[in-house]
Structures are given as structure tokens and as C-alpha cells.
């Protein structure tokens, strides 16, 4: 049964092999594969030079794919770490008929090898995991050591939007970008979540059903 599912899992990833991008696994260890970098030629990929942005932990692609359709002039690039996961992404985007995105199935520890400085217009980070307690604060998506790498492939003036339900990992982001030398604006999305233009994620979604808070910033990058 489990070997079937995979088969039909490679089937499916065939299928939408011309938008799915897929890390390499010559070298395990991310702190080493990153320092061999293989940088994608994101204005090839696109066929334009189109400003960039990135969503990590993209999940089923709801927000990529809803933000991708209503800006054609901006392209997408959504990372996503499982790959039964992006796959459905892909799928969505398929159904979308987008042109402007494409997906990326890889850790946020091996982004640095794939994308060169200066590359991100802004970055994404909806619902991430909050490994809540000290011993995993190492695997937050907003840890020191991907901060560093944020702050590289991210553009002067770039911009990091996060969105989380936990509390306590939205105080300690917004913690890391202070540190990180970002301006940090925290937006009311009580206020704004029923505006037409406003895109919701699956888990907001999920969220707003089970009337929980959500809490929302900009982080904007000062540095260059
Ligand atoms: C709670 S889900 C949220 C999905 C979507 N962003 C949403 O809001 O509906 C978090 C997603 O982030 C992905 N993820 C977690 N850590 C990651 C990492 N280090 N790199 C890439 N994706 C990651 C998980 O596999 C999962 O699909």
C-alpha cells in the first residue's frame, strides 16, 4: 500500500515536473551543502525579470496561489519542505493556469545554496511551526541562523510578512527582527482579514472557523 502511494506520489510530481523544483541530496549536512552553491537563474526560470518573492512552509499553495492571480506582474517562488505536500500545491497551480510561480521543495536550511543575495522583494512566512520551549527554538523559521539568510537574499527595502496563530512565537519574532536590524509594523488583521484583498492561508481559514486570533507583521530590512 505505502509503495503504491509513493509510486503515485512520483507519478504526480512527473506531472508538474516543468514548475516544481527540487533540491539536490549529494551532500545531507545543510551547512555544508550550502557553502557549494548552485544559485537558479530565476529570470530563465521566469522568462522575465519580474520582482521576486518567496513564501516558506507554503503548504497546499491557498496563499501563493490566491496572491500569484491577483498580481501577474510579480513572481512566486514557494518553498515547501514535504513533498505529498507541494505536490497538491503544484496541482493548485496547475488548476490556476499561473505562469508567475513555481515551487521549490526544500528545507529553508538549504535556500542559501539556490538563491543568490539581493534576490527577494519580500518573503512570507504564514503559520510557520512555533516549536514552542527553549530546546528546539533552533528549527523556528525565524531562528537567528535563517534570519542571517533572510537578511542576505532579501533586497534593501525588502520585506518579511508574517502571520502565525501562537502568540508566543509571533512575540519572539518580532523579537528576531528588532535584533536583526528590521522595522517591524503589527497589523490589526481583525480589521482587514474580511477586505476584498486581503488572502487568507488554509490555516487562517481553519483558524477564523475556530474563532482564534491571528496575529500579523511587516518587517521591513533597513540594512543592505
Ligand atoms: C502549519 S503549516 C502552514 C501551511 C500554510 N502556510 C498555511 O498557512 O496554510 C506549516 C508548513 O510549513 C512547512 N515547513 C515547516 N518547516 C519548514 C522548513 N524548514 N522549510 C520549508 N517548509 C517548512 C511544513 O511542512 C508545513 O507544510
Redesign the pocket.
Known sequence: MRIRRKKHLEERKDAVGDILLTADFDIKNALEAIKDKRYYNLALIFGNDNPICM??????G??VCETAKRNPSVNYVA????DN?IVMACERCRRYQLENVRFFN????YLPRYIADNTLSKLYL????PFPGDRYEN?R?TCDRLMEYYNKMLKHDGEIHL?TDDKGFFDYSYDQMIKHGYLVKIEDVQETHTNEDYVK????IKFNNENKPIYKFIAKKLSN
Open positions: 513564501e516558506i512552509g507554503c503548504g497546499k491557498l496563499f518553498v515547501e519542505l514535504l505536500i526544500c528545507g529553508a536550511d504564514n503559520f510557520s511551526p528549527r523559521l502571520k492561508t488554509e490555516y487562517e
